[in-house]
């Protein structure tokens, strides 16, 4: 029919009307609540406008653009949230904020989120699907997980998760359920990082806080606070006020010109895997030198400074040079700088040092700087703050005890043999994990909660806490080692970020292996994509949650992350969604989710608060204005109360069986939350672990004080391999804002950048394609020494030339093939006008009237490739944090 | 008895809220519905695989890379009300009138949209038309543009011609 007119129309209208005159279900009216008569309306007075600050209300939250989680403050008005700003409140943030704030918008309003729960209705992959209420979504779910529960087998749910800030509330699932299997994915994140920081400083410092405010010398070993570093909203304003106010100077050693290393007054491109080389001949020079805080050193540290001085002696400049790169002669001058900026100096790494075979002892080294130079606390210097939680732990010394509201479920047991572990589930693990488990000492068998949990192979990665070894739940699924029944993966995008994520989305794919995947996410992604059913979760703007971490500003705070608008469409927050679980689950799971509403939930564990609950959710935050800094902890005399009970044994103030301070000068004093109370630059806890697991005493990473060695791959590295590296951008985290219009307007695509002079030795131009091999890694790790191409993939080439020249990088955040139009970078000539935005202007925040102009059906660049599949799972002997920047590639033009 | 434009919109709001089932489906067959669906895509009306117009549903509607019925999808330029004002304006409807709109789409969804402006023909006449102006005649021809091509299930193709009919773009009315 060629044309539908007027009469046509009406027509249907008629016999619409005749059908909803009879009553018609299939037609639903919209009724009135009120019976009086309805007021007239003008339409043009009802339109929202321009936002309006007199009539907006302005509602203080968290972000969780990323898991930096800054205070902010959201302006709603017409039952939208508009513009998102900083809240001057919060003492970390002191109301800066990023762009990717204003993302949260673009997460909750973009056309194509999911609103619905679904449910698979062809192959698991199809992606044939049905919508589905809550009630039947959950009564599944529900009939699926109770045998597991009822049964004696509630370890075979496995939850595992990408974003988890519920500070526990998922726990309090997992827990009521009996499982062990909260998974996560730290190792893919910072587990080399904490590792160190943990065998230093002890458990409750698993992440530094220096003070940057005050401090004249920074040498930082691949961390990028001005662009992607948790916690680096926290900390580029204080480091920028530091160089122009203050006149410090920041040192970024780096493979690549990165925003931090731009605003670094020296910067060098430096050799993968030998920031430890750089460290290490700076503790010479400081050494040779006599530039060190002896009496610090003495005072705190674990080990004789003649010790440290005959383990350096061989780190020369020279030799660190030949290793980095980097000149000998910056190498004396940096070290000489940094320790007569002592105290008021510090050190920083992050992933740039810790992601390789040899990144553990490059943090050590990089610790050791600190101590030797004795600015472990000191204004300007590397501080340790107190973290998350205020349950009383070290550094939360008179702060109002916050925690979760009761009933708590208990933790499971240990899997092992003897009263108190879980035999039965322990007795299904392989032979030769039974017998590794068997012949670990009685402090990791209390830890042992299986393979997915708990590598056997990884003791480190749970040794201090469960930091997990995330890459390789999938091979480890793929090879027996944990039968899994119901599978709940929650904000996870393994299956498109994880190393080798063609083997999460094959063990996805695959029904023997996982029966039954549950995903709860915001939006429908590549994971999402592999479940059978899918349940639409609300973003931060729409729940609760708690908030406390370290405070760059050095005194403890807590926040509140509130909703700003209710859940959009069906969507639920992960609380109410775990909750309503829980209580159709039954058995005696519904005791520890009694509360009667979200609010009244957080209402209870903020109860110790100074502040009304009113007060605290107008302000968004709290802290003691009055409370000292956290400098020199450990200096702090063990005050009467905590001395009750005490008995000193040795050096040690003994209680409980439990050191919990340090006899100083005849002073009970602190100490650091270590098991002597001191620094332990050297610690016995990595032979160990080397020897239980059979890793060589040789090993790298099988010593108890920081050494060196070259990362095993790049030993002989050719003349035509290179190392290839990833990187973020400031506008994206890992994988979950590829579909952010605004934010995919600014980075869509992800070039090879390599040095110009690479370029010429591979004979390719700007802009010429390349094909990217990645070979598997060598040395004690997961499929290591294999031969052979692991994967490969194609981009266009871009030059830098503030690379390191045996270095190419990608960043890694784009390449989605679902997640809708942005994330695929696909613009059909019908597809939606992708986009969201503040609305706060006239102009259309949701309209892109070029729609997609980077995709190539509009002749753009299009929308990067996605990396992941293409290099190897790596986890570092020991730890299991994923070495993701040791591989080893070969570059073809295309 | 409804007014029979109003009824129109409400049959329209119908597809979008959610999947056709046997109940929409037999409400098709009315005489005069069926004549007219049928002229203008033959066999829409024949026969009805309740899992397949699941799927088709899900497909279009609640995935990513489908045909999304909410105006922000689909509005363009900056002449008209954004987004953003459309669900202002129906929140602002909803509580001036006290109004029971659908609460589980998003306000500026067709399944809500679309069923209010069945209500103000019936009430409000006046209303209505600056209504259709504000919230609907800007973004609904490219998303039934959207929605004639990706469409499996022959009765969304004949919503998809219906709409434009019923709501030209501004200015063309
Ligand atoms: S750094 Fe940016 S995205 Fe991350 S929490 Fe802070 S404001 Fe949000």
Same mark, same amino acid.
Request: charged fraction near 25%.
């Given at each position: ?30 009724r ?57 409140l ?118 530094e ?8 010398y ?27 106010d ?70 020369t ?18 070290a ?16 740039g ?38 349950a ?38 392989p032979?030769?994990?039974q ?222 069986g439990k ?25 016995e ?117 503030g ?25 059909e ?34 929308g ?31 | ?51 397949? &117009? =699941? +799927?088709? @549903? ?5 995935? *990513?890379?489908?045909? $999304?019925?909410? /105006?922000?999808?689909?509005? %363009? ?13 129906v ?5 001036a ?18 069923p209010l ?9 006046? &209303? =209505? +038309?600056? @209504?259709?102006?504000?919230?609907l005649? *800007?973004?609904?021809? $490219?998303?039934? /543009?959207?929605?004639?091509? %990706? ?23």
């Open positions: 029919m060629s044309e539908i007119k007027r009469r046509d129309l009406l027509k249907i209208g008629a016999g619409a009307a005749l059908a909803a005159g009879a009553g018609a279900a299939a037609i639903p009216l919209v009135r609540l009120a019976d009086s008569a309805p007021p007239a309306i003008d339409i043009k007075k009802l339109v929202a406008g321009k936002l309006d600050y007199t009539r907006a209300k302005a509602v203080p939250t968290i972000c969780f653009g990323c898991t930096t989680h800054c205070g902010v403050i959201g302006w709603v008005q017409d039952g939208r949230v508009r513009k998102i700003e900083g809240n001057p919060d003492p970390n943030t002191q109301g800066n904020i990023c762009s990717k704030a204003q993302g949260m918008i673009s997460y909750t309003y973009y056309p194509e989120r999911l609103m619905h729960p679904i449910k698979r209705v062809g192959k698991r992959g199809e992606g044939k699907w049905k919508r589905i209420s809550w009630d039947e979504a959950l009564s599944e779910i529900a009939d699926r997980m109770r045998p597991l529960r009822e049964g004696g087998v509630p370890e075979e749910f496995v939850f595992h998760y990408g974003r988890d800030k519920t500070k526990g509330y998922t726990k309090r699932f997992t827990n009521a359920f009996g499982t062990p299997h909260r998974l996560n994915r730290r190792s893919i994140c910072s587990s080399n990082r904490r590792a160190p920081l943990m065998s230093f400083y002890g458990r409750e410092f698993e992440w806080t220096q003070d940057f405010e005050n401090t004249k920074i040498v930082n070993f691949g961390g990028n606070p001005m662009e992607a570093y948790q916690g680096g909203l926290y900390m580029m304003h204080r480091i920028q006020k530091a160089r122009v203050g006149g410090a100077k920041m040192v970024t050693f780096e493979i690549r010109p990165s925003a931090t290393a731009s605003v670094s007054e020296d910067y060098f491109p430096i050799m993968p895997g030998t920031d430890g080389a750089v460290a290490f001949a700076m503790i010479h020079v400081i050494l040779r030198e006599g530039l060190q805080d002896e009496e610090f050193w003495n005072r705190w540290s674990n080990l004789p400074l003649e010790k440290l001085r005959e383990s350096v002696k061989d780190y400049p020279g030799w660190a040079e030949e290793q980095s790169g980097v000149p000998a002669a910056d190498i004396e001058r940096i000489v700088e940094f320790a007569q900026a002592a105290p008021a100096c510090c050190t920083m790494s992050n992933r040092s810790a992601k390789h075979y040899n990144g553990v002892q490059a943090d050590r080294a990089i610790r050791t700087l600190d101590v030797l130079v004795g600015n472990v606390g000191k204004p300007g210097g590397f501080c340790l703050s107190s973290l998350r939680g205020w009383g732990r070290y550094g939360q010394e008179g702060l109002p005890k916050l925690s979760q509201p009761g009933p708590k479920p208990p933790n499971p047991k240990p899997w092992g043999i003897g009263e108190g572990y879980d035999e039965e589930a322990f007795k299904k693990l032979d030769f994990v017998e590794r488990v068997n012949n670990f000492p009685e402090k990791w068998k209390k830890k042992y909660f299986g393979e997915l949990a708990t590598p056997s192979e990884y003791p480190l990665a749970w040794h201090w806490y469960q930091m997990r070894v995330g890459q390789l739940v999938y091979p480890y699924i793929k090879e027996g080692r944990q039968k899994v029944s119901v599978y709940m993966s929650f904000t996870l995008g393994a299956s498109y970020g994880y190393p080798e994520a063609n083997v999460a989305r094959e063990v996805l794919q695959d029904e023997s292996l996982i029966p039954f995947h549950v995903a709860i996410d915001i939006g429908y992604g590549e994971q999402a994509a592999l479940a059978d059913i899918v349940l639409p979760e609300a973003t931060s703007l729409e729940r609760w949650d708690h908030h406390s971490t370290n405070n760059y500003g050095l005194v403890p705070y807590t926040g509140v992350r509130q909703p700003l608008v209710e859940p959009a469409g069906e969507t639920k927050s992960v609380q109410a969604i775990l909750q309503d679980l829980a209580k159709r689950i039954g058995g005696g799971m519904e005791e520890y989710f009694a509360f009667e509403s979200e609010e009244a939930f957080y209402k209870e564990w903020y109860k110790n608060l100074p502040v009304s609950w009113e007060d605290f959710k107008r302000r968004g935050i709290w802290y003691d204005e009055g409370r000292e800094k956290d400098y020199e902890l450990y200096e702090r005399p063990l005050t009467d109360a905590e001395l009750e009970g005490t008995a000193v044994e040795g050096d040690l103030v003994m209680k409980g050191a919990v301070g340090i006899m100083m000068d005849g002073k009970a004093v602190r100490g650091f939350p270590t098991p002597n109370r001191v620094i332990n630059v050297y610690d806890i990595w032979p160990e672990a080397a020897k239980a697991v059979g890793l060589p005493a040789d090993d790298v990473n099988a010593s108890p004080i920081a050494v060196y060695d070259t990362v095993p791959e790049h030993r002989d590295l050719g003349e035509d391999d290179y190392i290839f590296s990833t990187f973020k951008w400031n506008v994206h985290t890992q994988g979950r804002s590829g579909h952010w219009k605004y934010h995919a307007e600014i980075v869509h695509t992800n070039p090879v950048f390599m040095h110009p002079e690479t370029g010429e030795t591979l004979g390719v131009q700007e802009g010429d394609s390349v094909r990217v091999s990645v070979y598997r890694p060598k040395g004690h790790t997961y499929r290591g020494g294999e031969d052979g191409i692991m994967g490969s993939f194609e981009n266009h080439v871009r030059f830098l030339s690379m390191h020249p045996k270095v190419v990088a990608c960043s890694h955040h784009v390449g989605h093939w679902e997640h809708g139009a942005v994330g695929a970078s696909k613009n000539a019908t597809g939606p006008a992708e986009g969201t935005g503040p609305g706060a202007g006239n102009a259309d925040p949701q309209a892109a009237p070029e729609k997609i102009w980077w995709s190539k059906g509009r002749g753009g660049i299009g990067g490739v996605a990396i992941n599949d293409a290099l190897p799972i790596n986890p570092c002997p020991l730890t299991g944090g994923q070495n993701w920047y040791d591989n080893v590639c070969k570059i073809e033009k295309l | 008895m409804p007014d029979a434009e109003a009824s129109l919109y409400a049959l329209l709001g119908r597809f979008f809220a959610a999947e056709i089932d046997r109940d929409l489906f037999e409400t098709l067959q009315v005489p005069d519905i069926r004549e007219t669906f049928e002229k203008i895509e033959p066999g829409c009306t024949a026969c009805f695989d309740e899992e397949a &117009a =699941a +799927a088709e @549903f899900c497909r279009l509607f609640v995935l *990513p890379k489908g045909t $999304p019925a909410v /105006a922000g999808a689909w509005l %363009k330029g900056t002449g008209s009300p954004n987004s953003t004002a459309i669900v202002g304006l929140l602002n409807l909803r509580s009138l006290d109004l029971d709109l659908p609460d589980h789409l998003p306000p500026d969804h067709a399944g809500v949209l679309l402006m069945a209500w103000l023909l019936d009430h409000q006449p006046d &209303a =209505a +038309a600056d @209504f259709r102006e504000q919230a005649a *800007p973004w609904v021809a $490219p998303f039934a /543009a959207a929605l004639q091509e %990706k469409a499996e299930l022959p009765l969304y193709r004949v919503v998809a011609k219906i709409l434009p009919a019923l709501i030209p773009p501004v200015g063309t009315s």
